[in-house]
């Protein structure tokens, strides 16, 4: 398998995971509905620890475009990979919204609530303030990628297969803590890959995809990635 295709499949497999967990929370007569933030926070996780298993040992499971530009600008990853991983994140991350509308799809029509529909396929601010809803991200993602790239470093050694498990917790963690204020994409193929699914697909009463807050969940977490390689290169390097 070629990590083109790794990454497709692995980031078509953690939206459909993520996206799922949440309309199983929010759409109605589903059988999860109302189960709350944390089902979502450890869904969430999960759905990042699945796909990281099947495909790390192909593509190294970046599944996330700031992720994949924190490690090539901290020196990881090739930059001649960059782009062709993020290409396979966006259509991976279409893929798994797409496969989330199949699999609710009597479920839509029966919901009236146009945002929680939205909600499904990407995030929201539960405070609209573009200045903060963007540090969140920034901050979220941070802590994401320093992690990340602190759990690589010289002298932390896992036994095989815990760190795939310690990155899902690591996913609760900033979804339990810091996730609360704009849904913590932490990820722009997470969030604008499926809210062009939900553009572009016949959802029942679906409403707007809100493109005018669509660049914080995409920008937000690059510019955070960025904060964090350079960091831990000041720091561990």
């Known amino acids: ?3 083109f295709a790794a990454e497709l499949i692995g980031t078509m497999i953690l939206i459909l995971l993520g996206d799922g967990v949440v309309a199983g929370v929010v759409l109605n007569r589903s059988k999860a509905q109302n ?8 869904g969430w ?3 990042v ?7 790390g040992h192909v593509s190294g499971a970046y599944l996330n475009p700031a992720v994949t530009i924190g490690f090539a600008m901290a020196g990881k990853l090739p930059w001649s990979e960059v782009g062709g991983m993020i290409v396979a994140q966006m259509i991976g991350a ?24 939205r909600n499904v396929f990407c995030t929201s601010p539960a ?5 903060f809803n963007f540090l969140s991200e920034v901050i979220g993602t941070f802590v994401l990628v320093f992690a990340l790239l602190g759990f690589g470093a010289k002298g932390i ?7 795939t498990l310690v990155v899902g917790l690591l996913i609760v963690s900033i979804g339990m803590s810091l996730g609360g204020t704009t849904g913590y994409a932490i990820n722009p193929a997470r969030d604008l890959g499926p809210r062009l699914a939900h553009a572009l697909l016949p ?3 679906k409403g707007h995809s809100d493109w005018g807050y669509a660049w914080i969940p995409v920008v937000g977490p690059v510019v955070g990635a960025l904060i964090a390689a350079l960091s831990f290169v000041v720091l561990f390097q």
Not at 49 to 54: E, G, N
């Open 157 to 163: 050694v896992f036994a095989d297969g815990l760190q």
């Open 203 to 205: 959802i029942a009463g």
């Open 49 to 55: 620890m699945v796909p990281a298993y099947l495909v």
């Open 127 to 131: 405070i609209r303030s573009p200045f």
């Open 35 to 42: 189960a709350g933030w944390v089902v979502i926070t450890l």
């Open 45 to 47: 996780g999960l759905a």
């Open 1 to 3: 398998m070629s990590h």
């Open 94 to 117: 279409f893929l798994g919204a797409v496969l989330v509308w199949l699999f609710y799809y009597p479920h839509w029509k029966v919901t009236d609530d146009a945002e929680a529909k």
